[in-house]
């Protein structure tokens, strides 16, 4: 009997049990056995994270958000000046 050993890379998907694996396995189909340990984090934060801190540091200094209308006078100064 030969024994075929992967290693590849993957999500564990929120119901726990599903798994996104990063590539089609070259095996055939059947059962199998599976090794899961968690990958490591990659250092320093998300940019998620990043973009949260930067709108709670806005809000700390007094800024606001643009409004809607800003937002739309600011993208069509934009597209003008592309225009040009």
Do not use: Y
């Not at 984090?41 to 801190?53: D, H, Q």
């Not at 993208?75 to 592309?82: G, M, V």
């Amino acid at each position: 009997m030969t024994h075929s050993t992967m290693t590849i890379n993957g999500i564990l998907q929120p119901d726990g049990v599903t798994l996104q694996l990063d590539k089609k396995l070259d095996l055939p189909p059947g059962r199998v056995t599976v090794t899961v340990a968690a990958a490591a984090r990659p250092k320093g934060l998300t940019m998620l994270e990043v973009l949260e801190r930067i709108h709670r540091d806005q809000q700390q200094d007094g800024r606001t958000p643009m409004t809607d209308e800003e937002m739309a006078a600011e993208i069509s100064q934009s597209r003008a000046d592309d225009d040009e």
